[in-house]
T-cell receptor, first 112, second 113 residues
Framework: SQQGEEDPQALSIQEGENATMNCSYK?????LQWYRQNSGRGLVHLIL?????REKHSGRLRVTLDTSKKSSSLLITASRAADTASYFC????????????FGTGTRLQVFP | DGGITQSPKYLFRKEGQNVTLSCEQN?????MYWYRQDPGQGLRLIYY???????QKGDIAEGYSVSREKKESFPLTVTSAQKNPTAFYLC????????????FGNGTRLTVT
């Protein structure tokens, strides 16, 4: 079964609005990463947050991590049509740091 | 430019044939990975390699094989034993440390009929 589950599965918003995606996971992690995938392309790394961190920012991206709830959120502020993509969370488990396990993804559609 | 090259972008094969997907990186990364993605799904790990001449099975290794004879190359063979091989295959590499992000190629879409 998947380690990470994103919510919602799909999200549609207007340009300028904020988009929030959530990720829940099951077992203890070393870090959690967010990736973006444009249709038919490879994934691009967005941001990494370590298990001892609670919040990180990168440009219009804000990521939070709550290890007590085993959940993370990705906020994209002032969204643009170019943000339309699928967004995946991925975790490195604390007991196996060799591999990255991906969630199921959120499909974001931003309308101009 | 440094990056990961996957070839070909599209691949068509008849059922019962083995097929090899190419993945080359010039990022000098130690670790390389193969993931499979089905429509509307997340990524599932097939095989990974932390160092040359060594690799480990991921979550869905059955019906696949890999080799890692060179640091730059990590080809994936989809064998006839793979029951449902039609999918989008993604190769990635990383510096190998547990907090190194993955760099992905642009994928190979395999269709088996």
């Amino acid at each position: 079964s998947q380690q990470g589950e994103e919510d919602p599965q799909a999200l549609s918003i207007q340009e300028g609005e904020n988009a929030t995606m959530n990720c829940s996971y099951k077992t203890s992690i070393n870090n959690l990463q967010w990736y973006r995938q444009n249709s038919g392309r490879g994934l691009v790394h967005l941001i990494l947050i370590r298990s001892n961190e609670r919040e990180k920012h990168s440009g219009r991206l804000r990521v939070t991590l709550d290890t007590s709830k085993k959940s993370s959120s990705l906020l994209i502020t002032a969204s643009r049509a170019a943000d339309t993509a699928s967004y995946f969370c991925a975790t490195v488990l604390s007991y196996n740091t060799d591999k990255l396990i991906f969630g199921t993804g959120t499909r974001l559609q931003v309308f101009p | 430019d440094g990056g990961i090259t996957q070839s070909p972008k599209y691949l068509f094969r008849k059922e019962g044939q083995n097929v090899t997907l190419s993945c080359e990186q010039n990022l000098n990364h130690d670790a390389m990975y193969w993931y499979r993605q089905d429509p509307g799904q997340g990524l599932r790990l097939i095989y990974y390699s932390q160092i040359v001449n060594d690799f480990q099975k991921g979550d869905i290794a059955e019906g696949y094989s890999v080799s890692r004879e060179k640091k730059e190359s990590f080809p994936l063979t989809v064998t006839s034993a793979q029951k449902n091989p039609t999918a989008f295959y993604l190769c990635a590499s990383s510096g190998g440390a547990w907090d190194s992000p993955l760099h992905f190629g642009n994928g190979t879409r395999l269709t088996v009929t």
